[in-house]
Structures are given as structure tokens and as C-alpha cells.
């Protein structure tokens, strides 16, 4: 079975521009999630998203971020503009819900910001 | 509202000594329990999960842990580590609720097995 894709591995951005973050979960996995992990931190959930509609979005800083599922399959998650505090690794994971805790995670973007 | 408290940010320790690593989470609903590894510049992988009956659950790579509802902890414990265990440990905790299992994460523990 593949894995979670994530891409880009590394990105280096200057503050105040815009990035974009993609990830593809596996095959079937109906819920998809986002989270942030800081250097020293744990991860740190950014949004859930169940087939492409949104169930918890709370902890999305939504003057800055945005996350999509088009199809209910490959998500983006978008940030403009990005701010030094958002350097971090984006992690996504997806589970096939209905079997309970099948999280796979991929392996994350590196995101520096300048 | 849950929240995870990993009390020792490192844990040194010789390669073949037993380890344990301390987890204890704090929720005001039932929850299920897991650890995590995390190698470096790699994703997270489930060492062990706690979803319920036997409150001693075995892992890969010969990890353990135990559920203790009333202490509200769920240690991690190895009898002999090897250099391959140096990593970043994660304890988390997910709700009972269908459809809202996000997981919370504690701040994690290095482990660092020295030869």
C-alpha cells in the first residue's frame, strides 16, 4: 500500500509571500488532517477534513492559512501571507475512519520562513 | 478538552538498559491512547495504541505501555534499548467520539541511546 505523499519536502520563503503545501493520502482514506509541528513541539492539529467537507477547523489561523479537499481526495493548504512564527513541518495523515485508528502520516514539508 | 503532559524532554540512556518514558493526559471524556516514533526528517509511525480491554499493550520494536485510568497515565517502556531506538516519542490521545478523533499530541521525549 503506498503511503501519504507530501510535496514539497523543503520550502524557503521569504516573509509576507505565499506558499502552498500538497499532500495525497492513501487510496479510500476518508478523512485527511493537517497539522503543524514546530521545532521542540509536538504536533499540533490544523484541520480535519471528512470526504472534502470540513469537520474541525479550529486551530486554522484563517486570516493567513486556507485548506481545500477538492474530491475528497488530494488536499492543499495555503499560506499568505507567511510569517516567521510559521516556519515549521506541515504534516498530513489520513485514516480510514470507519476501522478506527489507522492514521498514516506522511513524511512532511520543512517549511523555513525569512 | 484534552491535553498531554510528557514530563522529561531527554532521556539519556546506554544501549541493552531498560527505558521508560512518562506520559499523563488530562480529558474530560473517554479517550484512546497512542505513541508515536519519529525518526529524523521522517513522519510519525504508531509504536502502540491503547483503544481498550488489557491495559498492557505490546508495540513494535519490543515497546510496552500500560493504561493506569485512575493516574491518568499511559508510560512507555522498553527492557533493553538499542541504538536504532534514538528518536523523538510522541504520547497522544484521540476522543471517543465518532467522527472527531484528531489526535493531541504531548511535546515529546528524546530519547538518546549511547553506546
Known amino acids: 500500500e503506498a503511503g501519504v505523499a507530501q510535496s514539497p519536502r523543503y520550502k524557503i520563503i521569504e516573509k509576507r509571500q505565499s506558499v502552498a503545501f500538497w499532500c495525497n493520502p492513501i487510496s479510500g482514506h476518508a478523512t485527511l488532517y493537517w497539522y503543524q509541528q514546530i521545532l521542540g513541539q509536538g504536533p499540533k492539529l490544523l484541520i480535519q477534513?471528512?470526504?472534502?467537507?470540513?469537520?474541525?477547523d479550529s486551530q486554522l489561523p484563517k486570516d493567513r492559512f486556507s485548506a481545500e479537499r477538492l474530491k475528497g481526495v488530494d488536499s492543499t493548504l495555503k499560506i499568505q501571507p507567511a510569517k516567521l512564527e510559521d516556519s515549521a513541518v506541515y504534516l498530513c495523515?489520513?485514516?480510514?475512519?470507519?476501522?478506527?485508528?489507522?492514521?498514516?502520516f506522511g513524511s512532511g514539508t520543512r517549511l523555513t520562513v525569512v | 478538552a484534552q491535553s498531554v503532559t510528557q514530563l522529561d524532554s531527554q532521556v539519556p540512556v546506554f544501549e541493552e538498559a531498560p527505558v521508560e518514558l512518562r506520559c499523563n493526559y488530562s480529558s474530560s471524556v473517554s479517550v484512546y491512547l497512542f505513541w508515536y516514533v519519529q525518526y529524523p526528517n521522517q513522519g510519525l509511525q504508531l509504536l502502540l495504541k491503547y483503544l481498550s480491554g488489557s491495559t498492557l499493550v505490546k508495540g513494535i520494536n519490543g515497546f510496552e505501555a500500560e493504561f493506569n485510568k485512575s493516574q491518568t497515565s499511559f508510560h512507555l517502556r522498553k527492557p533493553s534499548v538499542h541504538i536504532s531506538d534514538t528518536a523523538e516519542y510522541f504520547c497522544a490521545v484521540s476522543p471517543l467520539r465518532t467522527g472527531r478523533r484528531a489526535l493531541t499530541f504531548g511535546s515529546g521525549t528524546r530519547l538518546q541511546v549511547q553506546p
Open positions: 477534513f471528512q470526504n472534502n467537507g470540513v469537520v474541525d
Open positions: 495523515a489520513s485514516s480510514l475512519e470507519i476501522t478506527g485508528y489507522g492514521y498514516t
